[in-house]
């Protein structure tokens, strides 16, 4: 009864590649986030979807491209993987003011 | 804008004894303010929060905080830590717009 799960856990790949990180929630919950945790512990949003559509995108390249097929699905594909994308990826939904977080998917590329 | 700081990046304490760890926002419009957990690799988990009301706000674990709105400071407590306390602390601001802002966090770091 997980919810906010993420997939992969661990993603570990070569620069260049594309990959996608998979999120789904079951709370119900109408709004979902992406944050990137650095090296440092430092947390960025990246994304936020309200009902499928985006409402926050901040200074994220180009590579990165949010999904939300539905309400409680938002995945996250990235192209032309680079080394600074290492980080921890987090999946996030809310009800007003309170965010869920999901365990996080550790990026590691080489 | 809206802008968190947590003036320190790690607090070493001894168990058993208080901590406080600082936390200072700044905003131009009302705010409500969070204290997050992050136990080691984990995700993020809701401590306690502050919408409106009473300044004093108590949450899981023991832990509490104060909004002191003269001071932008709301600064997050614990009597007395336990080991099992040992995780990274973020605070986080935010307004209307459903857009969260963390502190850079500060590391509790528990010594026996």
């Known amino acids: 009864d997980t919810a906010v799960s993420q997939t992969p856990k661990y993603l570990v790949t070569q620069m260049g590649n594309d990959k996608s990180i998979k999120c789904e929630q079951n709370?119900?919950?109408?709004?979902m986030y992406w944050y990137k945790q650095d090296s440092k512990k430092f947390l960025k949003i990246m994304f936020s979807?309200?009902?499928?559509?985006?409402?926050i995108n901040e200074t994220v390249p180009n590579r990165f491209s949010p999904k939300s097929p539905d309400k409680a699905h938002l995945n996250l594909h990235i192209n032309s993987l680079e080394l600074g994308d290492s980080a921890v990826y987090f999946c996030?939904?809310?009800?007003?003011?309170?965010?869920?977080f999901g365990p996080g998917t550790r990026l590691t590329v080489t | 804008a809206q802008s968190v700081t947590q003036l320190d990046s790690q607090v070493p304490v001894f168990e058993e004894a208080p901590v406080e760890l600082r936390c200072n926002y700044s905003?131009?419009?009302?705010?409500?303010l969070f204290w997050y957990v992050q136990y080691p690799n984990q995700g993020l988990q809701l401590l306690l929060k502050?919408?409106?009301?009473?300044?004093l706000v108590k949450g899981i674990n023991g832990f509490e905080a104060e909004f002191n709105k003269s001071q932008t400071s709301f600064h997050l407590r614990k009597p007395s830590v336990h080991i099992s306390d040992t995780a990274e602390y973020f605070c986080?601001?935010?307004?209307?717009?459903?857009?969260?802002?963390f502190g850079k966090g500060t590391r509790l770091h528990i010594l026996p």
């Open positions: 979807y309200n009902n499928k559509e985006l409402i």
């Open positions: 996030a939904s809310s009800t007003r003011y309170e965010q869920y």
């Open positions: 905003s131009s419009v009302s705010v409500y």
């Open positions: 502050y919408l409106s009301g009473s300044t």
């Open positions: 709370l119900g919950h109408d709004t």
């Open positions: 986080a601001v935010s307004d209307r717009d459903d857009k969260i802002i």
